[in-house]
């Protein structure tokens, strides 16, 4: 068994840290790079597990695929070779993006292949895009459970004219993101979206990216439905520089905060279509000092930060454990509302938070999607347990600054973050990886 050890330090001065590409509009430019007919380069690209696993797929069906050097990738769009009739098998691990946006790539270009996951992935939800795409025209195989990884593609989407699809929003929205990324290829689509919207902020990141490469999509809210129009179109292959990951920057931020220090980082944008880049307002709120400068948010942070009554958290559920850990060090009571997402994500997140912030000496309660986090502002030193989540390992990563901290599994840091421990010690802290 692998630890992490991280043992308390001081903060370097002036630190500015600078990160690779959005790990979500990677995984989103990837899939539109190899629909075009032309030459794509992704500059500053993600270096994730999540992003490679999609990249290793399009390896597999021929698709040209160079890189520069070490954060640049040109691509060959393969819209001409389509559809793929080569027999394709193919696991994505525990990735769930990639799982959802590949299904829906494969049911409407490739006649036979088959996809797997995780154990943990082949218990997460994909029914909603499932049922969708076989309405459609699709034809699963299912290998083992109905509506679950693994299954086979049998058969692909020929022809949708004039064809709207209702598909439920409560659940993900990277169920409809991977419908819409096809899109363009699906004749006159109208995609109604029922039973609310989870994640809202991560569609329109979606709309954005499409809008950006030359796709226009539209949409329409009213009281009991969203509606999206994709005007015909097709995507443009171009040079595009993907801006640093929000979420990985949670963590950076969250250390300024606890540690009292000033950290900025480097490649975030100050208009960012990021979810996630609004957690520098909620600890500006908690009162940290927030400033941008040159494409580089900077979070200066504060001894004596404050609680937050409430906080919804529905629009940014990757920065819910940051913030955890934020506020396990912050006096007062705070809960965390919106969570309903985190009970199908590599873990239950909200039962692993409330066991391990209990290991360090926070009173926590758990209920629905709700979490009540109360602490005195002081923390224990503790082994902390990872489920095989990245971000349970980066968010308790954090608290060494202020505790020696032990991570079990740390390397699970690489599906989103792999370069996490060693940011953390050019911060200054004290981190050692022994074998047990």
């Known amino acids: 068994m692998k630890i992490a050890k991280i043992k308390p330090n001081k903060i370097l001065k002036d630190n500015v840290i600078p990160l690779r590409g959005s790990k979500s509009i990677t995984n989103r430019t990837l899939i539109i790079s190899f629909l075009t007919n032309n030459e794509t380069i992704l500059q500053n690209y993600s270096s994730s597990d999540d992003s490679k696993t999609i990249i290793e797929f399009f390896r597999k069906i021929e698709a040209k695929i160079e890189e520069i050097d070490d954060d640049t990738i040109k691509i060959q769009g393969i819209l001409p070779k389509l559809p793929i009739k080569k027999e394709i098998i193919h696991n994505v691990g525990p990735a769930g993006t990639a799982a959802r946006f590949l299904t829906a790539f494969c049911a409407r270009f490739c006649e036979s292949v088959t996809l797997d996951g995780s154990e943990r992935m082949r218990e997460r ?75 809202e902020p991560y ?58 220090s000033q950290i900025g980082v480097k490649n975030i944008f100050k ?36 609680h937050l009554n409430v906080i919804n958290m529905s629009s940014m559920p990757d920065s819910a454990q940051t913030l955890a850990c934020v506020l396990a060090t912050v006096k007062g009571k705070t809960r965390l509302t919106g969570l309903s997402t985190l009970r199908d994500k590599e873990t239950d997140r909200i039962s692993a938070l409330e066991n391990e912030l209990r290991k360090i000496g926070v009173k926590t ?20 347990e990872t489920y095989k989540d990245h971000r349970m390992a980066m968010a308790f990563g954090m608290l060494g600054i202020k505790v020696p901290i032990e991570i079990i599994d740390p390397d699970v840091v690489s599906k989103s973050f792999p370069e996490y421990f060693n940011v953390l010690e050019k911060l200054g802290l004290s981190v050692e990886f022994v074998e047990e």
């Open 203 to 260: 569609l329109d990141m979606t709309i954005d990216t499409m809008n950006h490469f030359g796709v226009k999509v539209s949409k329409y809210k009213n009281a009991e439905t969203v509606r999206l129009t994709i005007q015909n179109g097709q995507y443009y292959g171009q040079t595009y520089f993907i801006e640093g990951d929000a979420s990985s920057a949670t963590y950076l931020w969250g250390l300024a905060a606890i540690s009292g």
């Open 125 to 199: 939800p994909m029914k909603p895009l499932l049922e969708v795409l076989e309405k459609l025209g699709a034809e699963f195989e299912y290998l083992g459970e109905k509506y679950h990884l693994p299954f086979r593609i049998n058969s692909i989407i020929k022809n949708t004219n004039d064809r709207a699809v209702d598909i439920p929003g409560n659940i993900s929205s990277q169920f409809i993101t991977a419908l819409l990324l096809i899109s363009p290829f699906l004749d006159n689509i109208e995609i109604n979206i029922t039973d609310g919207l989870v994640s």
């Open 365 to 384: 309660i758990a209920k629905g999607d709700e979490l009540v986090i109360e602490s005195d502002g002081q923390i224990n030193s503790a082994r902390i």
């Open 271 to 306: 208009n960012s279509i990021q979810p996630d880049f609004q957690f520098v307002y909620v600890l500006e709120k908690m009162g940290c000092k927030i400033s941008f400068e040159d494409n580089i948010v900077y979070v200066r942070g504060n001894e004596s930060l404050s």
